[in-house]
């Protein structure tokens, strides 16, 4: 018997993000490994059309589409691609697998007890219209426990994979720096943390690089102003945005990749940075040590002295070689094509 299975992939409209990464590499690792009887489809943003390639078939999101889906109600499973979706089929027959990525609302918005119990609600609503929920760590699932009522739901835990691009002949990013660096990645919000970085340029001639997502001005600007309370500033460039051959030329010649996040359901960049071997210095919260294991150096606190030093004795300690066999060794074990072996077992488990 056939099965009809759609990935929604409306995340697919914010380039530059980890959704679109995930939606993207799983979205093709699926449509690579499905057996015969699974046919899969897509739910995209106009503009993604035939992302996926042309012999598939696309639903292109409206959105009215909040309200009904059409062609819905003869599909037999919808994979929910992330917790903050608003798209679903349109009858309760058709199974649903929802993946939570975070709660990181918990952390970013603890100020603001509405906020967080408004999104709780939300997450909640679609938690019961689930036929399965998937967590991208244990970490997250243990959150996921902690503050929903499953209603005897087993949660499933599949981590992401990691796909590198490598691009060996590039060797002109835009900006290109003239010292050692450090490098980070992420969209440049409080929760990564970024601002605690600067401090690791004291007493020695290195650069940091942040790339990604300029998503709030005022805490580009708070960055900023503790490079400049160093008398780092000239040190510091914030580039955001970058294209897929920069991203693999900042990787392969830092001299170090750094992430400070406070609040990571996963941690795709850590991955991506172990691929090449690097030394990487990681905080100690949310789901980092497990991702990053005994492969990754941590910062206990943030206070700078405590940073530069766990910095200095990480480089030092790298330089014997070990690290750099078992950091490539750990990158290995996330690959797209296990999970979306994984997401298919359970697919063919609720059909």
């Known amino acids: 018997m056939s099965y009809r299975i759609l990935f929604d992939c409306e995340r697919l409209k914010y380039q530059h993000t980890g959704l679109f990464t995930f939606c993207e590499n799983l979205g093709k690792a699926l449509l690579e490994n499905a ?39 003869s599909l037999d499973l919808w994979h929910s691609s992330n917790q903050v979706s608003r798209y679903g089929p349109s009858s309760s027959k058709v199974k649903i697998v929802l993946t939570i990525h975070d709660l990181n609302f918990l952390i970013e918005k603890q100020s603001q007890p509405a906020k967080v119990s408004r999104n709780l609600k939300k997450i909640q609503q679609r938690i019961n219209k689930a036929s399965a929920i998937v967590c991208i760590s244990n970490y997250v699932a243990a959150e996921v426990e902690k503050h929903f009522d499953l209603g005897g739901k087993e949660i499933s835990v599949i981590y992401n994979g990691c796909t590198i691009d490598e691009y060996p002949e590039f060797s002109s990013p835009e900006y290109r720096p003239v010292k050692p660096f450090l490098f980070t990645i992420g969209t440049v919000l409080p929760k990564k943390n970024f601002h605690v970085l600067p401090a690791l340029l004291k007493d020695n001639d290195l650069e940091l690089i942040i790339a990604g997502n300029l998503s709030s001005e005022a805490y580009v600007s708070k960055i900023l102003e503790e490079a400049q309370k160093l008398n780092v500033a000239s040190r510091v460039k914030i580039l955001g945005p970058i294209s897929d051959p920069e991203r693999y030329w900042y990787y392969k010649n830092a001299l170090a990749f750094v992430f400070p996040s406070i609040a990571e359901g996963f941690g795709l960049p850590v991955i991506e940075a172990m691929h090449y071997g690097k030394p990487v210095f990681l ?69």
């Open 283 to 351: 905080s100690n919260l949310t789901s980092l040590p497990e991702i990053g294991g005994d492969a990754a150096y941590y910062f206990e606190n943030f206070e700078p002295q405590h940073m530069q030093d766990v910095l200095k004795e990480g480089l030092e300690n790298f330089s014997q070689g070990i690290m750099t066999r078992k950091a490539m060794e750990r990158a290995k074990l996330f690959t797209w094509k296990q999970t979306a072996n994984s997401y298919l077992d359970l697919y063919l488990k609720l059909l």
């Open 35 to 73: 057996p015969s009887n699974l046919a899969m489809e897509y739910y995209v943003p106009a503009n993604q059309v035939g992302i996926f390639g042309d012999s598939v078939k696309y639903h292109v999101q409206k959105p009215w589409h909040k309200l009904i889906v059409p062609g819905s109600r």
